[in-house]
């Protein structure tokens, strides 16, 4: 797959495509996935990196949402424990189990998260990453050492999932690839076609790298730009009512010296209604996130010096070891795309459900939801999209279908591990290079 290559296939497309899916992160991908297995003609536009935005500034993590259990959100939390059981299933090399432990300091802890976290493993059903338990004071430590002992009584412990989310993202990439999809970055929509009856039927677009313009007709045209959903949507409708309320999240990294272990830790509750994960992540710590209200989605947030102190001043209270603002090694911080709610005031409130939105313009959107649902959300959009776009009726097939690099024992391969099967082809080219 190269860039060459999938501008001579968009000037070689005279006919409408099926389906132009404007957004190039893990929902969009995700969405083209989706069309091109089933058979449809997919061109994907995204206007900067693949995965600029959000989905490569998460948490790392594949897993069901702990605390939407207290929010009541059952149906939420089952669909996303099913999808990150078909994350591991489908990605093995890139999607691993990680252990969580709960630490207790007041008496009802340990009988209140038990029974949460033991639900949670219920729920899970046959797509469970492992049994959780209660832990003595003892077992606590020995898990994470570097936990504050003042008035520890012990922990919980449960199993969840973790990724690197930019890998899977590139991974998902070259599996859209395969499956016939054309994928282009760097190609900003500037507009939309319509129809006789104002419709929209096609796009208007720039490659921001040469200037080409770029005019695609398609059946239908899905907005899967996430944060930056609404700007699109005036673009087809400028008397669109926007339904995004942004939230910023950001997270630090530190050295390894403040978890030591390789479990990661879980603080339940935070003054801001998020829950705070400190997880081993490449040698490092990295601890988060925040849940701060935005006006705007911009593509390079940046960290809010409250954010930090508010992420510092948590992480404090728990470990043994309060990290400083000297200790933060780097920090990155993302958008969530979240959906309005009329009573809704707090974001951390806030559904992490999906929506799937058809405008009177006829340009569908898909915002909201989460890393690990992104191809459930796919798999709804596009039984929608086939419907508006008369197109012909086809099932989907992604609930099994590989991700690209699969490869059951990629830990063999040690760093390289989550390049999966490309992990092979790397290290003979580095034997090559090292002959020559």
Known sequence: ???????????????????????????????????????????????????????????????????????????????????????????????????????????????????????????????????????????????????????????????????????????????????????????????????????????????TETGEELRASAKVVINATGAFSDRLRQKALPAAVPMIKPSQGIHLVFGPEFLQADSAVLVPHTSDGRVLFAIPWHGHTLVGTTDTPVADAELEPVAMEQEIQFVLATAGQYLEKAPRRDDVLSEFAGIRPLVRSGGSIATAALSRDHVIHIDTSGLMTITGGKWTTYRHMAEDCIDQAATLGQLTDAPCVTHHLKIHGFCVDARQFGDLAIYGSDAVSCIRRFHIQQLR
């Open 1 to 207: 797959m190269n860039r060459a290559e999938m501008w001579s296939r968009v000037r070689g497309h005279t006919k409408p495509w099926d389906i132009v899916v404007v957004g190039g992160g893990a929902t969009g991908v995700g969405v083209a996935i989706d069309a091109a297995s089933r058979g449809y003609g997919v061109l994907l536009l995204e206007q900067s990196d693949f995965g600029k935005g959000t989905s490569s500034r998460s948490t790392k993590l594949a897993h069901g949402g702990v605390r939407y259990l207290e929010q009541g959100n059952i149906g939420l939390v089952m669909e996303a424990l099913k999808e990150r059981g078909l994350l591991l299933q489908n990605a093995p090399h890139i999607v691993h189990d990680l252990a969580f432990v709960v630490p207790n300091y007041d008496w009802w802890e340990a009988p209140f998260y038990g029974l949460g976290l033991k639900l949670y493993e219920l729920l899970a059903g046959k797509y469970g990453f492992g049994k959780s338990r209660l832990l003595s004071r003892e077992e606590t430590l020995k898990r994470i050492p570097t936990l504050k002992t003042d008035g520890l009584r012990g922990g919980a412990i449960y199993y969840d999932g973790q990724f690197d989310d930019a890998r899977l993202l590139i991974h998902i990439m070259f599996t859209a690839f395969e499956q016939g999809a054309t994928l282009l970055n760097y190609v900003e929509v500037t507009g939309f076609t319509k129809d006789t009856q104002d419709f929209v039927n096609g796009v208007l677009a720039r490659d």
